[in-house]
């Protein structure tokens, strides 16, 4: 299925639009960008209960 867009929810601002944007193009896939994102935000010193989803969003077949 033709991937149609990419949802990020974080409980924090780890960081710019464009250093997201870099994360998930390297990541590859959903769960490794989601763990990638955390680690961003541990790293730059985020408070404790760091939580991110991030999904790929693909047309529907009919």
């Known amino acids: 299925m033709p991937l149609t867009a990419t949802l990020v929810q974080c409980t924090i601002a780890i960081c710019t639009p464009d250093g ?12 490794e960008a989601a763990r990638r994102l955390i ?8 408070p404790d209960n760091v939580s991110c989803v991030v999904a790929d969003v693909v047309e529907r077949r009919q």
Do not use: F, H, M, Q
């Open 39 to 46: 680690a961003l935000a541990n790293d730059s010193g985020g």
């Open 20 to 31: 997201i944007r870099k994360v998930l193009t390297a990541a590859g896939e959903p769960g």
